[in-house]
């Protein structure tokens, strides 16, 4: 069965320091992997996708992810983190992009 | 031009109730989803809808019925809710086999 690992419950970065979150999934195919951000009271909005291709993927608001699929990681990446990036972000894995199963969640504190 | 909407965002309700969330996408996707957000915030998907057809019925109570009277439509109706059914519950759509498209949830408490 899928399933999504997000190791870290809370992660606090000071404005401008580079930010790593991790995402581990267990999948028997090849993946269809997605990061989300949701903001305190609001829906989840789409930053990444990987579907296939280039294993380095490019984001919205700066954000990025690397797929590498020896360590079945999909790990989301930030240069410089601003404080409107304080969020809880999701990570997620599907067949496709049908029955998406989704992490516990990273809560991102920015320290200015 | 609000992409996936849902009503109400807020249901205040009493045990034993009957109450219908309501959603709409006017992306022009095939498939809808419903799913439920707990207190810790996980989130799980309940049904799926694709062309109106159910595609994805998770181990959901019978109390929870998903309807969908047209493609841009996927309402969920509850009977005699419970408090364990307080949560935030999304809607989302997606083309088939793309990225899903949240809406902005319905906070639903149970009294």
């Known amino acids: 069965a899928q399933s999504v690992t997000q190791p870290d419950i809370h992660i606090t970065v000071s404005e401008g320091a580079s930010l790593e979150l991790r995402c581990n999934y267990s999948y028997g195919a090849t993946p269809y992997l997605f990061w989300y951000v949701q903001s305190p009271g609001q829906g989840l909005q789409l930053l990444l996708k990987?579907?296939?291709?280039?294993?380095l993927v490019q984001g919205i608001k700066g954000f990025e992810a690397e797929f590498k699929r020896s360590q079945s990681s999909f790990n989301l990446r930030k240069p410089s983190v601003h404080w409107s990036d304080a969020a809880e972000y999701f990570c997620a894995v599907g067949p496709y992009g049908n029955k998406l199963v989704f992490g516990a969640g990273t809560i991102l504190r920015v320290k200015s | 031009d609000t992409a996936v909407s849902q009503t109400p965002k807020y249901l205040v309700t009493q045990m034993g109730n009957d109450k219908s969330i309501k959603c709409e996408q006017n992306l022009g996707h095939d498939t809808m989803y419903w799913y439920k957000q707990d207190s810790k915030k996980f989130l799980k998907i309940m049904f799926s809808?694709?062309?109106?057809?159910?595609?994805i019925n998770e181990t959901v109570p019978n109390r929870f019925s998903p309807k969908s009277p047209d493609k841009a439509h996927l309402n969920l109706h509850i009977n005699s809710l419970e408090l364990g059914d307080s949560a935030v519950y999304f809607c989302?759509?997606?083309?088939?086999?793309?990225?899903?498209?949240f809406g902005p949830g319905t906070r639903l408490t149970v009294l």
């Open positions: 809808y694709n062309n109106k057809e159910l595609i």
């Open positions: 990987y579907f296939s291709g280039d294993t």
């Open positions: 989302a759509s997606s083309q088939t086999n793309n990225e899903q498209f």
